[in-house]
C-alpha cells in the first residue's frame, strides 16, 4: 500500500479507536448511577466489575461481529444493503429463543436461552447453505433468496407463537428479542469469545480474497484464490459470528448495515482496513446505544435493538441523501 493512502486510513483509524475508548470509559462510568472512579466504594466496584463490565464486553462483541459480518457480507454479495440478519439466521435464532421463553423450559439454566439461540442460528446457517449450494458451486443470490424466503417462515411461526401466548411470557420474549443486554454476565464471555474471534479471524485473514472476489470471480481467479473456497470460509466466519451474537443478546438491529458504510467513508474500501474498522465501530455503537437504553428511562430499559433503530435509521437516510453509499 503506498504510504499516503497509509496515512490517509491510519489517521481516521485511531480517531475511530480514541472515540471508542471514549465510549467504553462512558459506559464504565456512567449510567443509572453514576460512579466517580476516584472514589468508589466496595458496592460501587461490585456493580462495575460484576454487572457493566460483563456487559460492556459482551455488547463490544456483539457490536464487533454484526459490523464486522456487516462488510464481509456487502462484499460477498456485492450488495450496499446487505446485513448479517438478511440471511434469516436471526429469525431461525429468535424462534428457538422464543420457543424457550414461551415455553418455560430451563434446563441449562441461565444458559438455556443463549444455547437454544445458538442451535437455532447454526442450523438456519446450513440450511441457508445448503440451499446455496448449487453444482458444486456456492451461488450468492441463492443464499439471499434462501434467508429472505426462511426470514418470512420463521417470523410467521415466531408471530403464531407470540399470538397465543401468555402476557408475561410475551413481554420476556419481545424483549430478548429486540436486544436483552441485561442477562449478560461473565459466564456468557468464554464462548461469545470463541466464536466471535474465531469469525473475525477467518474474515480479516481473507479480507484481501473478498478485495478479489468484489471484482468477480475470473479476476479472483487470476489472482490465485478460489472463489468458491473463499466464499465459502467466508460465510462460515458470518454464521459464527451472527450465530453468537443473536445468542449473545437478541435481535440487534442497523449495526450490520450502516457500520460498513460510516467506516467505508473514512477508511476506504479495502477489506482489510474496513473489516477491523466496522467491527471496532460496531463495538462501540452497539457500547453507546446500551448505555442510553439503561439510563434514559431509568429504572426501566430500553432494548438496545430498539435504540439502534431510532439512532440508525434517520442516519442511515441521511447518508443515502447526502453521500454515495450505494457502492461498496
Same mark, same amino acid.
Given at each position: 500500500?503506498?504510504?499516503?493512502?497509509?496515512?490517509?486510513?491510519?489517521?481516521?483509524?485511531?480517531?475511530?479507536?480514541?472515540?471508542?475508548?471514549?465510549?467504553?470509559?462512558?459506559?464504565?462510568?456512567?449510567?443509572?448511577?453514576?460512579?466517580?472512579?476516584?472514589?468508589?466504594?466496595?458496592?460501587?466496584?461490585?456493580?462495575?466489575?460484576?454487572?457493566?463490565?460483563?456487559?460492556?464486553?459482551?455488547?463490544?462483541?456483539?457490536?464487533?461481529?454484526?459490523?464486522?459480518?456487516?462488510?464481509?457480507?456487502?462484499?460477498?454479495?456485492?450488495?450496499?444493503?446487505?446485513?448479517?440478519?438478511?440471511?434469516?439466521?436471526?429469525?431461525?435464532?429468535?424462534?428457538?429463543?422464543?420457543?424457550?421463553?414461551?415455553?418455560?423450559?430451563?434446563?441449562?439454566?441461565?444458559?438455556?436461552?443463549?444455547?437454544?439461540?445458538?442451535?437455532?442460528?447454526?442450523?438456519?446457517?446450513?440450511?441457508?447453505?445448503?440451499?446455496?449450494?448449487?453444482?458444486?458451486?456456492?451461488?450468492?443470490?441463492?443464499?439471499?433468496?434462501?434467508?429472505?424466503?426462511?426470514?418470512?417462515?420463521?417470523?410467521?411461526?415466531?408471530?403464531?407463537?407470540?399470538?397465543?401466548?401468555?402476557?408475561?411470557?410475551?413481554?420476556?420474549?419481545?424483549?430478548?428479542?429486540?436486544?436483552?443486554?441485561?442477562?449478560?454476565?461473565?459466564?456468557?464471555?468464554?464462548?461469545?469469545?470463541?466464536?466471535?474471534?474465531?469469525?473475525?479471524?477467518?474474515?480479516?485473514?481473507?479480507?484481501?480474497?473478498?478485495?478479489?472476489?468484489?471484482?468477480?470471480?475470473?479476476?479472483?481467479?487470476?489472482?490465485?484464490?478460489?472463489?468458491?473456497?473463499?466464499?465459502?470460509? @467466508?460465510?462460515?466466519?458470518? /454464521? =459464527?459470528?451472527?450465530? +453468537?451474537?443473536?445468542? *449473545?443478546?437478541?435481535? %440487534? $438491529?442497523?449495526?450490520? !448495515?450502516?457500520?460498513?458504510?460510516?467506516?467505508?467513508?473514512?477508511?476506504?474500501?479495502?477489506?482489510?482496513? @474496513?473489516?477491523?474498522?466496522? /467491527? =471496532?465501530?460496531?463495538? +462501540?455503537?452497539?457500547? *453507546?446505544?446500551?448505555? %442510553? $437504553?439503561?439510563?434514559? !428511562?431509568?429504572?426501566?430499559?430500553?432494548?438496545?435493538?430498539?435504540?439502534?433503530?431510532?439512532?440508525?435509521?434517520?442516519?442511515?437516510?441521511?447518508? =443515502?441523501?447526502?453521500?454515495?453509499?450505494?457502492?461498496?
Amino acid at each position: 500500500m503506498p504510504e499516503k493512502i497509509r496515512i490517509k486510513t491510519r489517521v481516521p483509524f485511531i480517531l475511530i479507536v480514541f472515540i471508542i475508548s471514549a465510549i467504553l470509559l462512558g459506559s464504565l462510568f456512567l449510567g443509572p448511577t453514576i460512579i466517580n472512579p476516584f472514589t468508589m466504594n466496595h458496592v460501587e466496584k461490585e456493580i462495575l466489575y460484576s454487572i457493566r463490565l460483563p456487559r460492556i464486553i459482551i455488547s463490544v462483541l456483539m457490536g464487533m461481529a454484526l459490523g464486522a459480518s456487516g462488510a464481509v457480507l456487502q462484499g460477498i454479495l456485492r450488495n450496499p444493503l446487505a446485513d448479517p440478519y438478511i440471511l434469516g439466521i436471526s429469525s431461525g435464532s429468535s424462534l428457538m429463543a422464543a420457543l424457550g421463553l414461551l415455553s418455560g423450559f430451563s434446563l441449562f439454566g441461565k444458559f438455556t436461552i443463549p444455547l437454544t439461540a445458538f442451535i437455532g442460528a447454526s442450523l438456519v446457517s446450513i440450511i441457508v447453505g445448503a440451499f446455496g449450494w448449487k453444482r458444486g458451486r456456492l451461488w450468492p443470490e441463492r443464499l439471499l433468496l434462501a434467508g429472505v424466503g426462511l426470514s418470512f417462515l420463521f417470523h410467521s411461526v415466531l408471530i403464531l407463537l407470540m399470538s397465543i401466548s401468555s402476557a408475561d411470557s410475551l413481554r420476556k420474549t419481545l424483549f430478548w428479542i429486540f436486544g436483552d443486554l441485561s442477562i449478560a454476565d461473565w459466564s456468557l464471555i468464554p464462548y461469545g469469545s470463541l466464536f466471535i474471534v474465531s469469525g473475525l479471524c477467518i474474515a480479516f485473514f481473507r479480507a484481501k480474497a473478498l478485495n478479489a472476489l468484489m471484482l468477480g470471480d475470473e479476476l479472483a481467479h487470476s489472482l490465485g484464490f478460489s472463489a468458491q473456497r473463499e466464499r465459502m470460509l @467466508l460465510f462460515i466466519s458470518i /454464521a =459464527l459470528m451472527t450465530s +453468537a451474537s443473536v445468542s *449473545l443478546g437478541g435481535t %440487534i $438491529g442497523f449495526i450490520g !448495515l450502516l457500520m460498513p458504510h460510516i467506516a467505508r467513508f473514512f477508511v476506504g474500501s479495502d477489506n482489510s482496513i @474496513l473489516i477491523p474498522a466496522s /467491527a =471496532l465501530s460496531g463495538g +462501540a455503537f452497539l457500547c *453507546l446505544a446500551d448505555l %442510553i $437504553g439503561k439510563s434514559i !428511562l431509568s429504572p426501566m430499559e430500553i432494548p438496545s435493538g430498539i435504540v439502534t433503530a431510532l439512532i440508525g435509521s434517520p442516519y442511515f437516510l441521511y447518508l =443515502l441523501r447526502k453521500k454515495d453509499v450505494l457502492s461498496v
